[in-house]
Nanobody, 123 residues
Framework: QVELVESGGGLVQAGGSLRLSCAASGPFFKASGMGWFRQSPAKEREFVAAISWSGGTTGGTTDYADSVAGRFTISTDNAKSTVYLQMNSLKSEDTAVYYC????????????WGQGTQVTVSS
């Protein structure tokens, strides 16, 4: 079973930055990459960003939700088992619990989630 451990969340003022990390271990079957999702109170979990494993040592194609494009950057380490999310120019609407998962396209391939990491942006 794949284990997902997210970290790096916290409280930050609007306009600030945070860097999230997600370490994944286990068999990566049926996945083409890793991605980030977020869920805020009273809202469904939504896609944030994804990166494919193709394309060399640091990952391949990246994909972003419109709401974060140009502000967030997703990347992986050389082993492609850790995914990062650099979040800049944070807004109050970015406040949510952030989760990672293995993905195919924008869809998670695991039917479970890690504990997530809380990001709170104060205005």
């Amino acid at each position: 079973q794949v284990e997902l451990v997210e970290s790096g969340g916290g409280l930050v003022q609007a306009g600030g930055s945070l860097r999230l990390s997600c370490a994944a271990s286990g068999p990566f079957f049926k996945a083409s990459g890793m991605g980030w999702f977020r869920q805020s109170p009273a809202k469904e979990r939504e896609f944030v960003a994804a990166i494919s494993w193709s394309g060399g040592t640091t990952g391949g194609t990246t994909d972003y939700a419109d709401s974060v494009a140009g502000r967030f950057t997703i990347s992986t380490d050389n082993a492609k088992s850790t995914v990062y999310l650099q979040m800049n120019s944070l807004k109050s609407e970015d406040t949510a619990v952030y989760y990672c998962n293995l993905v195919r396209g924008r869809s998670p391939t695991l039917d479970y989630w890690g504990q997530g990491t809380q990001v709170t942006v104060s205005s």
